[in-house]
């Protein structure tokens, strides 16, 4: 008889089949859904950790120096660098101002002023000093520059405080001439830039003209112009010499300011 009888083969078969199942058992531990579960929880650590690290460079775009355009006066040009930390100015410094002559002693008198003024304002808004009309128009022109480039660096939170409430537009630059001012020696007529509610900068597109009216002109004109500047405002000395332009000037400028509604 041989051994080999069909009995024996189904009870082999059965044998290795349930091994089979004993064995797969064995292994399943290894893809527990807990060990999935840890595995899947190490992500959003990771992105926690990535969010925090730019919040950390945030404040360097608001640190550094900022030099302005330069601002040129009938005594010689005016640039001001200002140094930003934080978004808030820090220091102010001239780096050139008017020298020569007499023109040494009012640089000396005004611009420690001013830089402390630029410092405490934290703004353009500024007093010009008495005696120095002049250089301090040119560097508050230059200063405000300054702070026009920090603020489109994304460095001017300092100059925030001199903008009005409201947002950009109200901020923007607009230009308005005023009225013709009719004087004894011909016409005269001013035009302004107003930005953020002060005068950047006043032209005479009309003025005297013609034999000595040209000469008065070209002498008295920019003095004007930088003296509206300086002072924001129609309340400027007549210039020496040119009462009547200097009379006319004044009067157009006083009608675009109120154009302007300043």
Known sequence: ?????????????????????????????????????????????????????????????????????VVKTQYGPVQVRITMSGGKITKAEAVQAPSGGTSDQKTELAVPRLNRAAVTA????????SGATYTSGGYKQSLQSALDKARAAGGGAAATPSSPPGGGAAAQAKTVTGEVAKTQYGPVQVRITVSGGKITKSEAVQAPSGGRSSEVTNDA??????????????????????????????????????????
């Open 1 to 69: 008889m041989k051994k080999s009888h069909p009995i024996r083969r189904v009870v082999l078969a059965t044998a290795a089949t349930v091994s089979g199942i004993v064995l797969l058992l064995s292994l399943k531990p290894a893809s527990d859904p807990a060990s999935a579960s840890a595995a899947g929880g190490a992500a959003p650590q990771q992105s926690a950790a990535a969010q925090e690290s730019p919040q950390g460079g945030a404040s360097d775009a608001q640190s550094g120096s900022v030099t302005g355009d």
């Open 122 to 129: 934290q703004s353009a808004d500024i007093d010009a000093v």
């Open 221 to 262: 004109v920019p003095k004007l112009d930088q003296e509206a500047v300086a002072a924001g405002s129609a309340d400027i000395d007549a210039v020496s010499g040119a009462t009547y332009t200097s009379g006319g000037y004044k009067e157009s400028l006083q009608s675009a300011l109120d154009k302007a509604g300043g």
